[in-house]
């Protein structure tokens, strides 16, 4: 069997850690046992963090809409450049172009 050095092993432990700390996930603030968070989406919830060791509750907002808006936020908008100036296709007889009726007479 092949046995690692125990500061190997602490190594990559650590950098688990260190990879959740900051993840956040949202608790329904509801009598019972935690289910799916589609089950009362209009109970209150606890935003908590990982902080490598426990979750510890940053912030509570009022229903699951909110909590997802801030679990999930949108991906930022990127800004694209303004388009360069194309020309314009001309005539011609490709097969995604629709045959004139100048053409049609020709044949």
Do not use: F
């Not at 046992?33 to 606890?46: C, I, K, L, M, S």
């Amino acid at each position: 069997m092949h046995e690692e050095p125990l500061e190997e092993w602490a190594r990559r432990r650590e950098e688990r850690r260190n990879a959740s700390k900051g993840r956040l996930r949202a608790v329904p603030l509801t009598s019972g046992p935690h289910r799916g968070t589609h089950v009362e989406p209009g109970a209150p919830r606890a935003i908590e963090e990982w902080n490598g060791i426990q979750w510890v509750t940053v912030g509570i907002v009022p229903d699951l809409a909110a909590a997802q808006a801030l679990l999930y936020p949108p991906p930022a908008v990127e800004e694209r450049p303004a388009e360069w100036d194309r020309p314009a296709l001309g005539r011609g007889r490709g097969r995604h172009r629709k045959p004139s009726p100048v053409d049609e007479q020709t044949r």
